[in-house]
């Protein structure tokens, strides 16, 4: 098979590096991809979201799967623009992307459904929004309703931060478009954990749990990230958690896709809080996450291009997924100043050859004359499977031989504290 990758992350990185070992790949290509890629896919000058010269050459090289990394082109309709002349590609269409697209709309789909999430309103007008705080205690959650490149959330410890966030929301506009509409939420307290789902045909098949770190700095503190750490499984995922989970959580996900007229197949990422009243629906994402991807993918036994196949085709079961019992652990490198503003170019020295244990995904990077150089806020993921803590200890004595200018990363990631 021919298969193109959409995207240009470590998550991409990951799902070329997992595509390129199955038996029924015969060409891979990545678009726009980025340095690691190039190691094990053929990179395409396309950004992720020109959709006509993603479909230009996918008809040119008859290219027979498109798997889509990142969330843009699977709002934009890539799916239902691709399948109509032809092409099969493994990601949701622009009805089911909404999932992702709107937070209205997904909590709408939860609260419907009877999903365990946060209590929410939704507000257009600003006037009503002002007046709408009062219905919730501090801290409160205001969302703004589209994609927002990561940056449409905001926790408000007081009423001060929460008015000039719906301010600039819904008055000034600082999301554009995506900001006509906010949602804003009841916080919860817990831990986070994120649950990667395949989807077949709005059936829903988990893969293993994992849990994200998103704040750039140790004990969780300054701003939100995409995520600079990684690990899987999450402790909570045990038997009967999962029994739960299934129960109150995917069946219930599954009985709505089918009501509400979904033909979901692609990946449903579930973000959830684990608080003292067990685990609530924080948000849908549909697409693999990054670094999820990272940690889940190295622990999957079988054939990941056979499982996007079975998924379209509609006879995926249990038994195409065995995962491997060893955790998985990845510690992203990042540049100085993400998530602000921060420079690129800079050229990276140190990388480990490939061991049994030790791998590096790429980020954000890209290959300049013979060398590797940053290209992005994260840069690395130095990922490492096996025993929690050898795990660990592998990855921070790998990171001591890398290097970069402004070279940033938590030493915190996998310690249970
Ligand atoms: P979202 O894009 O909705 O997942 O929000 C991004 C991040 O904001 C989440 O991963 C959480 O860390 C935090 N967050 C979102 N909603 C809530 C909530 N209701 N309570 C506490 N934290 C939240
Ligand atoms: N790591 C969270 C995400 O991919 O959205």
Redesign the pocket.
Known sequence: MKVLVIGSGGREHALCWKLAQSREIEELYCAPGNGGTSLVATNVPIQSNDLERLLEFSKTLEIDLVVVGPEEPLVLGITDMFEEEGISVFGPDAFSARLEGS?DFAKDFMVRHNIPT?KYKTFTEYNKAIEGLSEFSYPL?I?ADGLCL?K??V?CENKEIAQQTLKEVLVDRIFGDEGQRVVI?????GT?ASLLCFVSHNRLFPMESAKDY?QIFEDDKGP?TGGVGCYSPSPFFNEEFNRKIRLEVLDRIEEGLEADGHNFTGILFI?F?ISQEGPKV??FNVRFGDPETEVVLPRLESDLLEIFIHSIVGDLKEDHMTWKEEACMTVVLTSGGYPGYYKKGYRIYGLPYPDEDIMVFHNGTKIEGEHFVTNGGRVLSVTCTGEMSHAREKIYQAIEGISFKDMGYRRDIGLFK
Do not use: C, S, T
Not at 185 to 189: D, I, K, S
């Open positions: 937070k946060a959650v969302k990561g449409g959330v926790i939420e009841e916080f919860l307290e986070e998103k939100n973000g809080m924080l948000e």
